[in-house]
C-alpha cells in the first residue's frame, strides 16, 4: 500500500506536537509543586540558576525544565541575554492560583488518568465500571481545581443573574443544595457571596466530603453532607445545584426525580454541564476533545458503576439533559446561559 505524503505529513507533524504536550504534561506538575511558575512570575526575569536558587532546587533540573517550558510557550525566552520571564497571560494561566484562567488543575485530572489508564484498559474488556473513587487521589483535587476558576468567573456574576428570581432568593436568605459538589468549591463561591442564605452540599464520596468540610470550614451557613443523589435528605428547598456531575450519575433521572421532591413548587434547579452540541459532528473541536477523553477515562466509567448505569457522557448535549429533566418530573426547561466550556440549564417544577 502506499501512503500519500500529503496526508501522512500534517498526521505525523501533528503527533510530534501530542507527544511534546502529553510530555510537558507532567512537568506543568513539577512547576507547579516546586513553585517555579510562580517564582518566575514574581521575580522574573531570571536565568536558570538564579530561579533554581530561588526555589531551593537542582540548577541542571531547572534548566532543562526551563528550555521545555519555552519551547512549549508557557515562559518566554531571551536568546540575547539567557534569561527567561513569564508574560502576564503565561502568569494568568499557570503561576496565578486565584486567577479565573488558571489551567493546571486540569494537568492534575491528567495525572490520574494516566494512572488509572491500565484499569481502563481492562474495563474495555468487560464493560465494567470504575467508580469516581476509585481513581488515584489526584483526580479529586485535579478536578477542584480545574473547575474552580470557571465558577469564580462565571457563578456569582453570570450564571446565577441568569436564573429567574434566584439572585433576589439567594439576597433576602434561601435554602440551598448542591448535589454531587466534591470538594466542594462551588458550595463555598455561593456561600461567600450570600451570607443570609443556608448552602447544603451533598457528594456520596467521603473523602471529597472531608475535604469539602475542611475549606469551607468557619463558614456558618454552610455545610457539607454525605449522601446520594437519588436520596439526599432534606427539603424546601429554594435552589438545588448540580455542577459537572450529572453525567457522571448513573441514574441522572432519578436524581432529577430528588431533586423535584425536594424542591418548593417555584423554586429553581440549576444544572451545570459541560458545553456540547447535541451531534458528535458538532463537538469535533479542541473542547469537545478535552471532554469525550476525560468522559471515555472518568465520567462513563463512573456512570457505568453506579445503579442504572445510564453512562450519558461528558458531551450529552442540551436535547438529552432536558429529556433527562422532563423524566424527572420538570417542565420548563430552558438555556439560561452558556461559557466557552459550560452550558447552564435552568429547570423548574
Ligand atoms: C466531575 S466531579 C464534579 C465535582 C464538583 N461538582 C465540581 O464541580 O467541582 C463529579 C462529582 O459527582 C459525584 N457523584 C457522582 N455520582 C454521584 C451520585 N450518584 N450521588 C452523589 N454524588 C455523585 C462525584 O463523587 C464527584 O464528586
Redesign the pocket.
Known amino acids: 500500500m502506499t501512503l500519500d505524503m500529503q496526508k501522512l505529513e500534517p498526521l505525523l507533524g501533528m503527533m510530534v506536537t501530542e507527544i511534546g504536550a502529553a510530555a510537558n504534561a507532567a512537568l506543568v506538575l513539577v512547576g507547579d509543586k516546586l513553585g517555579l511558575y510562580k517564582a518566575l512570575a514574581a521575580h522574573g526575569p531570571l536565568s536558570s540558576d538564579d530561579l533554581a536558587k530561588r526555589t531551593n532546587t537542582a540548577p541542571r533540573y531547572v534548566r532543562e525544565w526551563l528550555s521545555a517550558q519555552a519551547a512549549s510557550g508557557f515562559v518566554t525566552y531571551d536568546a540575547a541575554t539567557n534569561i527567561f520571564s513569564m508574560s502576564p497571560e503565561q502568569a494568568a494561566v499557570l503561576a496565578d492560583d486565584d486567577s479565573v484562567v488558571n489551567m493546571t488543575g486540569g494537568f492534575y485530572a491528567l495525572a490520574a488518568v494516566y494512572a488509572d489508564e491500565p484499569r481502563l484498559t481492562e474495563a474495555f474488556k468487560i464493560g465494567k465500571g470504575i467508580g ?2 476509585e481513581h488515584c487521589n489526584c483526580l ?1 483535587c485535579g ?2 481545581r480545574f ?2 476558576p470557571g ?1 469564580k468567573g462565571h457563578l456569582v456574576a453570570e450564571w446565577l443573574p441568569a436564573l429567574d428570581g434566584v439572585v433576589a432568593k439567594l439576597e433576602n436568605g434561601a435554602k440551598v443544595a ?6 466542594g ?2 458550595t463555598l463561591i455561593m456561600a461567600q457571596a450570600f451570607p443570609k442564605s443556608h448552602f447544603t452540599g ?4 467521603e473523602p ?1 466530603v472531608v475535604r469539602a468540610r475542611e475549606v469551607g470550614a468557619g463558614h456558618k451557613n454552610l455545610a457539607f453532607e454525605q ?4 436520596d ?1 435528605p432534606g427539603g424546601d428547598f429554594d435552589l438545588v445545584t ?4 450529572l453525567h ?4 441522572p433521572v432519578g ?1 432529577a426525580r430528588r431533586v423535584r421532591e425536594c424542591l418548593k413548587d417555584d423554586g429553581t434547579f440549576m444544572v451545570v454541564e459541560p458545553m456540547a452540541g447535541d451531534s458528535l459532528q458538532e463537538n469535533l473541536n479542541p473542547v469537545g476533545r478535552v471532554y469525550y477523553a476525560f468522559s471515555t477515562n ?2 462513563v466509567p ?1 456512570s457505568l458503576n ?1 445503579e442504572v448505569g445510564a453512562a450519558l457522557g461528558a458531551q450529552a448535549g442540551e436535547t438529552k439533559l432536558t429529556q433527562v429533566l422532563r423524566e424527572g418530573g420538570f417542565t420548563r426547561i430552558r438555556r439560561a446561559v452558556s461559557a466557552p466550556f459550560n452550558m447552564v440549564l435552568e429547570a423548574r417544577p
Do not use: L
Open positions: 469516581w473513587g479529586f478536578t477542584e473547575f474552580r465558577y448542591d448535589i454531587g459538589c466534591g470538594h468549591a462551588s451533598f457528594d456520596f464520596h471529597s449522601a446520594r443523589a437519588q439526599f448540580i455542577f459537572d456531575a457522571d450519575m448513573g441514574d436524581a472518568v465520567c463512573a453506579q
